[in-house]
């Protein structure tokens, strides 16, 4: 009786103990070569949740895995022409961006659109890489996002690798097609 009363009790405290350390969203998913978990503690998941909030987001999706290294880094959020909120995400030389933006109402951020072009993720969701400008003459500074909905929510995935413009890259689409609800 006593032996089943230590399981118990230490059965207990090994459940008390995983509640309180960081928690780390489930992907259903294989992580690809170069990306690790996406690890979000409690705080990070509040804040998330109060910038949705104060944007009119309903569902918040957040990614299955990041680039590795990477960590949230900072979350922005912008209330005035154009409700919306950004999840930033950077490794620790800061020589990595990833940018995951989610609003309630269809958004184009950037100037001149240079270029489009069509993709899907997940097999099923009509997504497009859109590269925008300052001016429509000045491509080599154009800077590219991949832009869908999903859900209720329009969102924009871009990265940002070595300090160059935010460039068309398979990272982004595989990013993009592990993006999943964020749960409290």
Known sequence: MVRYFLVFLLSCVVFISGCTQESQTATNQAIPEGFEAL????????EIFEAAEKVGVDKVFVP???SKGQKLEKIE?????VNFFIL??????????LEILEASEEILLGGVVIEET???INN????????????KD???AASAGLYFKKDTSFIRVREQ???QTFRVSKSVEEIASSLQPLTR
């Open 138 to 140: 000045n491509i080599e």
């Open 64 to 66: 299955a895995f990041v």
């Open 118 to 120: 069509e993709t899907t």
């Open 161 to 163: 690798k070595d300090n």
């Open 77 to 81: 959020t912008s209330t005035e022409q």
């Open 39 to 46: 690890t979000l503690t409690d705080q990070q998941k509040k």
């Open 124 to 135: 099923d969701i009509p997504a497009k890489w859109i590269s925008f400008s300052n001016h």
């Open 88 to 97: 930033i995400f950077a490794d620790e030389n800061e020589s990595t961006y």
